[in-house]
């Protein structure tokens, strides 16, 4: 296990910024929030009532309202606040959780409702942006042929990039990766010099800076939406979660030297837009087009083609960045038990990446419905952006805990609160109107995984309610027993190491199933006994292990500490334990006579794992009852326990046992005599 020191140092260097961190910040972190100004200055426009309906007023308010959006959300809360809010390097609100959950368990609630809205609104991310940039094709001519003529043709390519990009997942995104980084720089460069020549025309537009210009639209007559134009600003600080959660892969320094950069270039784009917006305001050829985006228009025509690749490119790179942020979101929750286990696949040697197929085949269909639901980027951007506001509440509600428990001034601390509480509740409001108009599709998915989330967490409390079930026993009550079995020959030997995969409380209780599963179902007798229990630890990656043997050579309780972002091989991990105890004396060799492998001194391994099924004996509620149910159904779809463990190629066994809940009731059986009536029956029950 690493020393603090150790870690100390380690954190420092991740932290550190260099100029290769900073390209491949630039490639994985600002995918989402770097392909905004794609689309909201065309949302802004369209829900005011289209081009020809507002004044130059409404263009300087509205851009004003897009620059005070990022420079309070993005840049003070996010790159300000909840960067240094890590955990060991590790970003994102489940990260965040993982430092304050101790604080209260309540906390488990914004933090749940938080990791499913991101998810959720999450699946709108590759489908807008992707629809976006084939949109702008549309009509353009290439060489002789005009490529996307029709709104369907632009649904068939969006379908088929998409489709593309969910295929190469499984085989690891290490390669294209690398490309990413000098793609989004040349993007955000692109986009910023282009917004800069339209604002060499016409520096007045800076005038937007001042938050007067903002606060003015609000109330303005000219603004024919009133706060709910709020809905369209803020896409533009959509990505803003995604950037606390890349933090791990990246690094602080990475973020604080390239985020400038890129605040620049949107800001830029933004306000070029704005410029163009406000000199054709009053074209009436724009006035009859429903899908125009000035983001395209503002392009020469010489320079639109090669602006829809890089558009494109930066809409596959967004796509890519939340697809990755989706797997590692999922992968921390199903750590700290929030999520049922599924499948994880680690494709190549970097580090942090993985794959988990169910997400990956979850998001790609949910990403095609969206594009056949939908059929248009502006549609989508009607609904797009609604449960991310209740991301951002949540985060915001764990940041005020986690400045608490760092000591932080409370005044300070409800401030803040408040202050960025307000913010973001004024947004959701805002939002809200999005809901009639598709962000129930996102809000019902968000729901649905909350819903698994609790049944998940909820069903496990009720199994494990002491109250509910039967009482843990002692293994010190049965050291006796189990070292008679060990040397009773009598008992064909079962194995050499016979291990259970158990929660030992107070380090020598368990669940009476498993003394029950040695000594009575079956007798095993075995060489040694191992408990082993899987502690999933705050900090990424712990690799550690505590073994306790109560006095004996043959009964081990292993502890091992595994980090939330750690595989749990507990098949390889097992055998460097007993390889390291046998070294230090603790266990016996294992010598065996039949072996491929020469000198080889650890014995054979079998896995018991206990299934538990509901027992028809179980009196509780019926509300608690189904949540009981549901949660062993989630057991029965999830990843086994073998696999969830790495006891793939281990030589393992399952037993079922009955769960019996609540206190249970038995009719007596009595004996019928000669004398007694009983009223006769028309059929018998037999085999």
Same mark, same amino acid.
């Given at each position: 296990?690493?020393?603090?020191?150790?870690?100390?140092?380690?954190?420092?260097?991740?932290?550190?910024?260099?100029? +290769?961190?900073?390209? $491949?910040?630039?490639?994985?972190?600002?995918?989402?929030?770097?392909? @905004?100004?794609?689309?909201?200055?065309?949302?802004?426009?369209?829900?005011?009532? +289209?081009?020809?309906?507002?004044?130059? *007023?409404?263009?300087?308010?509205?851009?004003?309202?897009?620059?005070?959006?990022?420079?309070?959300? &993005?840049?003070?809360?996010?790159?300000?606040?909840?960067?240094?809010?890590?955990?060991?390097?590790?970003?994102?609100?489940?990260?965040?959780?993982?430092?304050?959950?101790?604080?209260?368990?309540?906390?488990?609630?914004?933090?749940?409702?938080?990791?499913?809205?991101?998810?959720?609104?999450?699946?709108?991310?590759?489908?807008?942006?992707?629809?976006?940039?084939?949109?702008?094709?549309?009509?353009?001519?290439?060489?002789?042929?005009?490529?996307?003529?029709?709104?369907?043709? =632009?649904?068939?390519?969006?379908?088929?990039?998409? @489709?593309?990009?969910?295929?190469?997942? %499984?085989?690891?995104?290490?390669?294209?990766?690398?490309?990413?980084?000098?793609?989004?720089?040349?993007?955000?460069?692109?986009?910023?010099?282009?917004?800069?020549?339209?604002? =060499?025309?016409?520096?007045?537009?800076?005038?937007?800076?001042?938050?007067?210009?903002?606060?003015?639209?609000?109330?303005?007559? *000219?603004?024919?939406?009133?706060?709910?134009?709020?809905?369209?600003?803020? !896409?533009?600080?959509?990505?803003?979660?995604? !950037?606390?959660? *890349?933090?791990?892969? =990246?690094?602080?320094?990475?973020?604080?030297?390239?985020?400038?950069?890129?605040?620049?270039?949107?800001?830029? #784009?933004?306000?070029?837009?704005?410029?163009?917006?406000?000199?054709?305001?009053?074209?009436?050829?724009?006035?009859?087009?429903?899908?125009? #985006?000035?983001?395209?228009?503002?392009?020469?025509?010489?320079?639109?083609?090669?602006?829809?690749?890089?558009?494109?490119?930066?809409?596959?790179?967004?796509?890519?960045?939340?697809?990755?942020?989706?797997?590692?979101?999922?992968?921390?929750?199903?750590?700290?038990?929030?999520?049922?286990?599924?499948?994880?696949?680690?494709?190549?040697?970097?580090?942090?990446?993985?794959?988990?197929?169910?997400?990956?085949?979850?998001?790609?269909?949910?990403?095609?419905?969206?594009?056949?639901?939908?059929?248009?980027?502006?549609?989508?951007?009607?609904?797009?952006?609604?449960?991310?506001?209740?991301?951002?509440?949540?985060?915001?509600?764990?940041?005020?805990?986690?400045?608490?428990?760092?000591?932080?001034?409370?005044?300070?601390?409800?401030?803040?609160?408040?202050?960025?509480?307000?913010?973001?509740?004024?947004?959701?409001?805002?939002?809200?109107?999005?809901?009639?108009?598709?962000?129930? $599709?996102?809000?019902?998915?968000?729901?649905?995984? =909350?819903?698994?989330?609790?049944?998940?967490?909820?069903?496990?409390?009720?199994?494990?309610?002491?109250?509910?079930? &039967?009482?843990?026993?002692?293994?010190?009550?049965?050291?006796?027993?189990?070292?008679?079995?060990?040397?009773?020959?009598?008992?064909?030997?079962? &194995?050499?190491?016979? /291990?259970?995969?158990?929660? $030992?409380?107070?380090?020598?209780?368990?669940?009476?199933?498993?003394?029950?599963?040695?000594?009575?179902? %079956?007798?095993? %007798?075995?060489?040694?006994?191992?408990?082993?229990? $899987?502690?999933?630890?705050?900090?990424?990656?712990?690799?550690?292990?505590?073994?306790?043997?109560?006095?004996?050579?043959?009964?081990?309780?292993?502890?091992?500490?595994?980090?939330?972002?750690?595989?749990?091989?507990?098949?390889?991990?097992?055998?460097?334990?007993?390889?390291?105890?046998?070294?230090?004396?603790?266990?016996?060799?294992?010598?065996?006579?039949?072996?491929?492998?020469?000198?080889?001194?650890?014995? *054979?391994?079998?896995?018991?794992?206990?299934?538990?099924?509901?027992?028809?004996?179980?009196?509780?509620?019926?509300?608690?009852?189904?949540?009981?149910?549901?949660?062993?159904?989630?057991?029965?779809?999830?990843?086994?326990?073998?696999?969830?463990?790495?006891?793939?190629?281990?030589?393992?066994?399952?037993?079922? /046992?009955?769960?019996?809940?609540?206190?249970?009731?038995?009719?007596?059986? %009595?004996?019928?005599?000669?004398?007694?009536?009983?009223?006769?029956?028309?059929?018998?029950?037999?085999?």
């Amino acid at each position: 296990m690493q020393t603090f020191k150790e870690q100390s140092e380690k954190a420092r260097l991740h932290n550190k910024m260099t100029l +290769g961190g900073l390209l $491949v910040t630039l490639g994985v972190v600002y995918g989402d929030i770097g392909t @905004s100004p794609l689309y909201v200055m065309k949302s802004i426009i369209a829900g005011n009532g +289209g081009m020809g309906h507002f004044n130059t *007023d409404f263009v300087i308010g509205s851009v004003s309202l897009i620059f005070w959006t990022i420079t309070l959300l &993005t840049t003070v809360k996010y790159v300000g606040i909840a960067l240094r809010a890590d955990n060991k390097g590790e970003g994102g609100i489940f990260a965040l959780y993982t430092l304050i959950r101790r604080r209260a368990l309540w906390l488990i609630v914004p933090a749940m409702v938080g990791g499913a809205a991101l998810l959720a609104d999450g699946m709108l991310t590759p489908a807008v942006t992707v629809t976006t940039a084939i949109e702008g094709l549309k009509g353009v001519q290439i060489g002789q042929h005009i490529p996307i003529t029709n709104q369907e043709t =632009v649904i068939i390519w969006t379908m088929i990039i998409l @489709s593309l990009l969910f295929f190469i997942q %499984r085989f690891g995104t290490s390669l294209i990766g690398k490309a990413f980084g000098p793609i989004m720089l040349l993007w955000f460069t692109f986009i910023g010099v282009l917004g800069l020549s339209y604002i =060499v025309q016409s520096p007045s537009i800076l005038k937007a800076l001042n938050p007067y210009y903002a606060f003015h639209l609000l109330v303005s007559p *000219d603004n024919k939406v009133g706060i709910f134009i709020l809905g369209s600003v803020f !896409l533009a600080t959509t990505g803003a979660e995604a !950037l606390y959660s *890349d933090l791990g892969h =990246v690094g602080r320094g990475n973020i604080y030297g390239s985020w400038p950069y890129v605040k620049i270039c949107l800001v830029l #784009n933004y306000f070029g837009q704005a410029v163009w917006i406000i000199n054709n305001a009053h074209v009436t050829r724009y006035n009859h087009l429903n899908d125009f #985006n000035p983001f395209f228009e503002i392009m020469p025509s010489w320079l639109r083609l090669f602006g829809i690749i890089m558009a494109t490119l930066a809409a596959i790179i967004a796509s890519q960045a939340l697809i990755s942020g989706s797997f590692t979101l999922v992968s921390e929750a199903i750590r700290l038990k929030i999520l049922p286990r599924l499948h994880i696949v680690y494709p190549t040697n970097t580090k942090g990446q993985l794959y988990i197929p169910a997400v990956n085949l979850i998001l790609w269909v949910a990403c095609l419905a969206v594009v056949l639901f939908f059929q248009t980027s502006s549609h989508m951007e009607a609904a797009y952006g609604l449960a991310i506001t209740v991301t951002m509440l949540m985060t915001t509600l764990l940041l005020y805990q986690y400045l608490r428990s760092k000591k932080a001034n409370p005044i300070l601390a409800w401030l803040m609160v408040l202050f960025f509480g307000s913010i973001e509740t004024i947004f959701f409001i805002s939002s809200a109107a999005k809901f009639l108009h598709g962000g129930y $599709v996102t809000a019902f998915i968000a729901f649905a995984l =909350v819903a698994i989330m609790f049944i998940w967490q909820y069903g496990d409390y009720l199994k494990n309610n002491n109250s509910y079930r &039967t009482e843990d026993v002692s293994l010190l009550a049965y050291k006796n027993q189990l070292k008679q079995l060990k040397e009773d020959t009598s008992y064909p030997l079962f &194995t050499t190491n016979l /291990v259970y995969m158990t929660r $030992v409380k107070d380090k020598y209780r368990i669940k009476k199933e498993i003394l029950y599963s040695i000594l009575d179902k %079956r007798p095993k %007798r075995a060489e040694v006994y191992w408990f082993v229990t $899987v502690n999933v630890t705050d900090e990424p990656y712990t690799a550690a292990y505590t073994t306790e043997m109560f006095g004996t050579d043959y009964m081990v309780n292993v502890q091992l500490y595994l980090g939330f972002r750690m595989e749990q091989r507990v098949n390889v991990f097992l055998r460097q334990v007993i390889t390291e105890m046998m070294k230090n004396g603790k266990l016996p060799r294992q010598p065996q006579q039949y072996t491929t492998i020469p000198d080889r001194a650890v014995g *054979d391994f079998s896995f018991v794992m206990i299934h538990e099924d509901l027992s028809p004996e179980t009196q509780i509620n019926g509300w608690e009852k189904a949540i009981i149910q549901a949660r062993l159904f989630l057991q029965k779809i999830a990843l086994t326990p073998i696999k969830w463990f790495g006891l793939e190629y281990a030589d393992t066994m399952i037993e079922h /046992v009955p769960l019996v809940l609540g206190k249970t009731y038995f009719h007596k059986l %009595r004996e019928l005599h000669h004398l007694d009536k009983i009223p006769p029956s028309d059929t018998g029950e037999e085999e």
